[in-house]
């Protein structure tokens, strides 16, 4: 099927900068939006960040001017650029990509999520 490997994260000070990355593999025939969401302890997963295939872009309000999202279609990898983070970025960050695959003997469409990566904002 299809896998999302995401990389990157850990532990920062605030004020500085991280980079997470997302690589979608498997029997892809297409990628279409690809998107990073976060889940804080004890509360819901909100949307980060997305991007379709064309490039145009999306933020949550919370991150606008900070983070930046970009995607290498050649690769079906997505990048999240983080720089001047809070602690209230901390937060377990989920890749999520739109994928249309191979299963025999035609193409399913459906969304994959990675396995999800910790992002600690210490002060």
């Known amino acids: 099927q299809v896998q999302l490997v995401e990389s990157g994260g850990g532990l920062v000070q605030a004020g500085g900068s991280l980079s997470l990355s997302c690589a979608a593999s498997?029997?892809?025939?297409?990628?279409?939006?690809m998107a990073w969401y976060r889940q804080a302890p004890g509360k819901q997963r909100e949307l980060v960040a997305g991007i379709t295939s064309g490039g145009s872009t999306n933020y949550g309000d919370s991150v606008k001017g900070r983070f930046t999202i970009s995607r290498d279609n050649a690769k079906n990898t997505v990048y999240l650029q983080m720089n001047s983070l809070k602690i209230e970025d901390t937060a377990v960050y989920y890749c999520?990509?739109?994928?249309?695959?191979?299963?025999?003997?035609?193409?399913?469409?459906?969304?994959?999520w990675g396995q999800g990566t910790q992002v600690t904002v210490s002060s």
């Open positions: 999520n990509a739109d994928v249309k695959f191979y299963n025999n003997p035609g193409l399913i469409g459906r969304q994959f």
């Open positions: 498997g029997s892809i025939v297409s990628v279409n939006a």
